[in-house]
């Protein structure tokens, strides 16, 4: 079942980058123009782009969602929903085959082993200690392919697509900068508060007042005073839910940048005990120990890196720029 997977997922994946360093988005897009996903019985479908995986839910029934609630936002909460589904599917597929590679080198790691056992270079007691190992890393690659489906099918119930039209790998994602942070802060109120909705939802409240004989007096003062006071509550709450996003994101740098410097220090050990291992001068259990470690990192480093996409994203959804940041309207353009 394994080899099954392996398979389809390597030639999904032969343009996903090796190094976990580079964290990635989805490219610009120049002309605005995005090809519309297609596929059939029988057809190969063309891996996505994150922006063509989003054009694609627009493209689709109108997102769902309370009825006072803008479109604006709306649609900034659903292409958020979906971005964070397709970072988190593309993790899962990486961290699968990082667990099916790790399985295969702990295999061939024992293979050499038995080799030596026979010529009483080895000890049978070592063949067993990472032969255990060998268990536990196919037991990872078990939870790794039910992580991926699980994932999948969130993934196909947002998209209606396959997960393996998901282009692997994503393009180079810049931090964001200070003055960018202040612009997102203020966009983010704007977004929250949303005076032009407010106000057509104020309209219809008093034509209706006005339509209602028990209400003769229409739209007062006392009435307008509460609208503003609402309206000023809600730019408030924005700002206290983008200082939460803000706060969410800097930890997933933090928590990025320190399970990356795991992965790299875990890394050099393993060459190192490969090296060691291949001379016969230290023992097979060190490095299959070695091997096991980098994995586990790699895997944590993944998750990280994903969440630290994802949170921000969620800054530039908060501030109503979802379509915008991957090139699907144009900035004079709005919902």
């Given at each position: 079942?394994?080899e099954r997977f392996a398979d389809t997922l390597q030639r999904d994946a032969k343009a996903s980058p090796d190094d976990p360093a580079t964290p990635?988005?989805?490219?610009?897009?120049?002309?605005?123009?995005?090809?519309?996903?297609?596929?059939?019985?029988?057809?190969?479908?063309?891996?996505?782009?994150?922006?063509?995986?989003?054009?694609?839910?627009?493209?689709?029934?109108?997102?769902?969602?309370?009825?006072?609630?803008?479109?604006?936002?709306?649609?900034?909460?659903?292409?958020?929903?979906?971005?964070?589904?397709?970072?988190?599917?593309?993790?899962?597929?990486?961290?699968?085959?990082?667990?099916?590679?790790?399985?295969?080198?702990?295999?061939?790691?024992?293979?050499?082993?038995?080799?030596?056992?026979?010529?009483?270079?080895?000890?049978?007691?070592?063949?067993?200690?990472?032969?255990?190992?060998?268990?536990?890393?196919?037991?990872?690659?078990?939870?790794?392919?039910?992580?991926?489906?699980?994932?999948?099918?969130?993934?196909?119930?947002?998209?209606?697509?396959?997960?393996?039209?998901?282009?692997?790998?994503?393009?180079?994602?810049?931090?964001?900068?200070?003055?960018?942070?202040?612009?997102?802060?203020?966009?983010?109120?704007?977004?929250?508060?949303?005076?032009?909705?407010?106000?057509?939802?104020?309209?219809?409240?008093?034509?209706?007042?006005?339509?209602?004989?028990?209400?003769?007096?229409?739209?007062?003062?006392?009435?307008?005073?509460?609208?503003?006071?609402?309206?000023?509550?809600?730019?408030?709450?924005?700002?206290?839910?983008?200082?939460?996003?803000?706060?969410?994101?800097?930890?997933?740098?933090?928590?990025?940048?320190?399970?990356?410097?795991?992965?790299?220090?875990?890394?050099?050990?393993?060459?190192?005990?490969?090296?060691?291992?291949?001379?016969?001068?230290?023992?097979?259990?060190?490095?299959?120990?070695?091997?096991?470690?980098?994995?586990r990192c790699n895997h944590a480093m993944l998750s990280c890196l994903a969440q630290r996409r994802s949170s921000q994203h969620h800054l530039y959804?908060?501030?109503?720029?979802?379509?915008?940041?991957?090139?699907?309207?144009?900035?004079?353009?709005?919902?």
């Amino acid at each position: 079942m394994t080899e099954r997977f392996a398979d389809t997922l390597q030639r999904d994946a032969k343009a996903s980058p090796d190094d976990p360093a580079t964290p990635a988005s989805a490219p610009p897009v120049p002309d605005g123009r995005i090809p519309a996903p297609r596929g059939g019985a029988g057809q190969a479908h063309q891996p996505l782009t994150l922006a063509a995986v989003l054009h694609h839910v627009l493209q689709m029934d109108s997102p769902a969602g309370p009825a006072d609630e803008p479109m604006l936002r709306r649609v900034n909460r659903v292409l958020d929903t979906v971005l964070e589904t397709c970072l988190q599917l593309d993790a899962a597929r990486q961290q699968l085959q990082s667990a099916i590679a790790t399985q295969r080198e702990l295999e061939v790691v024992l293979e050499m082993l038995a080799a030596r056992v026979e010529l009483g270079q080895a000890s049978p007691v070592e063949h067993r200690k990472v032969a255990a190992r060998l268990c536990s890393a196919r037991d990872m690659v078990t939870r790794c392919v039910s992580d991926w489906n699980r994932i999948g099918r969130r993934f196909t119930q947002l998209t209606r697509l396959l997960p393996v039209q998901l282009k692997a790998g994503f393009d180079a994602l810049e931090p964001v900068q200070l003055d960018e942070m202040d612009r997102l802060a203020q966009a983010s109120q704007s977004t929250g508060a949303d005076v032009q909705f407010s106000l057509s939802l104020r309209a219809q409240a008093w034509a209706a007042q006005r339509a209602d004989p028990a209400h003769p007096s229409g739209f007062g003062p006392v009435d307008f005073g509460a609208w503003l006071s609402g309206l000023e509550e809600a730019r408030a709450q924005a700002a206290t839910v983008f200082a939460g996003a803000r706060e969410a994101y800097f930890q997933a740098v933090l928590n990025f940048d320190r399970e990356h410097a795991r992965l790299v220090r875990a890394r050099s050990l393993r060459r190192t005990a490969e090296t060691w291992f291949r001379l016969n001068t230290r023992s097979a259990t060190e490095y299959a120990d070695a091997i096991v470690e980098e994995s586990r990192c790699n895997h944590a480093m993944l998750s990280c890196l994903a969440q630290r996409r994802s949170s921000q994203h969620h800054l530039y959804a908060l501030a109503g720029l979802l379509p915008q940041q991957f090139g699907l309207v144009e900035p004079a353009d709005g919902y």
